[in-house]
C-alpha cells in the first residue's frame, strides 16, 4: 500500500536534547512537508521541499532543521534550540504536477513530549 | 488577527442532524478553499476542494465558497458518529501548495 509512514508515533525526549523524527513515503511525491500542530493553532508549517536536496524555510522553522537527500525521505530534526518543542508533528507530501494545489497526503503523525 | 479564522467548537450534534461548520479569511488572494477530516491521533484527509465561488458537493458533504464575503462552509447531512472528527478548513492562492490552515473545529456526532 502507498503512503507516508511515520516514525515513532511517541516519543519522550528531555530538555537539551536533539531528537529526529522520520518521514518516508512510497507514493513516488516531488515534495514533502513538516506541519506542527498544537491545542487552539491549527497546523503550521515548519519546512518544505519541493525537490531533492532543496528545502525551504516556513512559518516557524526556528530550531528544527530538516534534510533531502532522497526523494522518499525527510526527517526533522527538533534541536535544543526549539523552546517548545512538545506538539504534535505531521509529515505531509504531494506529487509537484498533475495534482490540485493544496492537496496534501498526510501521515499518522508523530507526538513528541518533552519532559 | 489570523489570515484564517475558525471555531474551535466542540460542537455536539444528535446523529441525522445537519452540521454546519464554518470558516472565513482575510487574504483576497486565496483561490483554492479544502476541508480536511482529522480522527483522532490521526493525520487530516482531504475530504472536499472547491475552486473560487460556489458549491460543490460529494454524498452527504457540501462545500460552499462566498468570496466576496471570504466565508467558506461545510454542510454534513445525515450526520453519524463516524462524522466525528475535527474538521479543518484550509485554502491557498495557488502556488507552491503552501496552505494556510484553521485552526479546526471538533464535531461530535451523539447516538
Known amino acids: 500500500d502507498g503512503g507516508i509512514t511515520q516514525s515513532p508515533k511517541y516519543l519522550f525526549r528531555k530538555e537539551g536534547q536533539n531528537v529526529t523524527l522520520s518521514c518516508e513515503q512510497n507514493?513516488?511525491?516531488?515534495?514533502m512537508y513538516w506541519y506542527r500542530q498544537d491545542p487552539g493553532q491549527g497546523l503550521r508549517l515548519i519546512y518544505y521541499s519541493q525537490i531533492v536536496n532543496d528545502f525551504q524555510k516556513g512559518d516557524i522553522a526556528e530550531g528544527y532543521s530538516v534534510s533531502r537527500e532522497k526523494k522518499e525521505s525527510f526527517p526533522l530534526t527538533v534541536t535544543s534550540a526549539q523552546k517548545n518543542p512538545t506538539a504534535f508533528y505531521l509529515c505531509?507530501?504531494?506529487?509537484?504536477?498533475?495534482?490540485?494545489?493544496?492537496?496534501?497526503?498526510f501521515g499518522e503523525g508523530s507526538r513528541l513530549t518533552v519532559l | 488577527q489570523k489570515e484564517v479564522e475558525q471555531d474551535p467548537g466542540p460542537l455536539s450534534v444528535p446523529e441525522g442532524a445537519i452540521v454546519s461548520l464554518n470558516c472565513t479569511y482575510s487574504n483576497s488572494a486565496f483561490q483554492y478553499f479544502m476541508w480536511y477530516r482529522q480522527y483522532s491521533r490521526k493525520g487530516p484527509e482531504l475530504l472536499m476542494y472547491?475552486?473560487?465561488?460556489g458549491n460543490k458537493e460529494d454524498g452527504r458533504f457540501t462545500a460552499q465558497v462566498d468570496k466576496s464575503s471570504k466565508y467558506i462552509s461545510l454542510f454534513i447531512r445525515d450526520s453519524q458518529p463516524s462524522d466525528s472528527a475535527t474538521y479543518l478548513c484550509?485554502?491557498?492562492?495557488?502556488?507552491?501548495?503552501?496552505?494556510?490552515f484553521g485552526t479546526g473545529t471538533q464535531l461530535k456526532v451523539e447516538l
Open positions: 484550509a485554502m491557498c492562492t495557488g502556488g507552491g501548495n503552501k496552505l494556510t
Open positions: 472547491t475552486y473560487s465561488s
Open positions: 505531509a507530501s504531494s506529487p509537484r504536477t498533475g495534482t490540485l494545489p493544496g492537496e496534501l497526503f
Open positions: 507514493l513516488n511525491h516531488d515534495a
